[in-house]
């Protein structure tokens, strides 16, 4: 990467960013395709989210459903969306991570990695 001078390639450098970012941006679209599962109430209410936390679907299974107590069922909502959210972080971190530390970690600044 250093040239003769013993001054990077600016060349390099950048090509190496650009596919950095693409790797990143199909990363991130992956991400929003993919969709994670949470459940709360063992499997009453489940919630589904894309890897990038967009809440898709909510499944309520009728035996939660009580009319007298719509708290606990709020709880499970609540509960079950939070799960799929954790769900969805794990495999943010599992899609992005790699490309992040190979930055350095660090990241590059003005990019969102």
Do not use: C, H, S, W
């Not at 894309?50 to 939660?64: F, N, V, W």
């Not at 708290?71 to 499970?76: I, K, Y």
């Not at 909502?77 to 794990?90: K, R």
Request: proline share 5%; no cysteine.
């Amino acid at each position: 990467m250093i040239a003769g001078g013993g001054q990077p390639n600016m060349q390099q450098l950048l090509q190496q960013a650009q596919k950095m970012q693409q790797d990143l941006a199909n990363a991130q679209e992956e991400l929003a395709r993919t969709e994670v599962e949470g459940q709360a109430g063992g499997g009453l209410v489940r919630a589904t989210v894309t890897g990038a936390g967009e809440l898709r679907a909510l499944k309520i299974d009728p035996k939660a459903v009580d009319p007298e107590d719509t708290e606990t069922l709020a709880d499970l909502v609540v509960a079950a969306v939070q799960a799929a959210n954790e769900n969805a972080q794990t495999l943010q971190q599992q899609k992005l991570g790699p490309l992040a530390q190979g930055l350095g970690g660090g990241g590059i600044p003005g990019l969102p990695f």
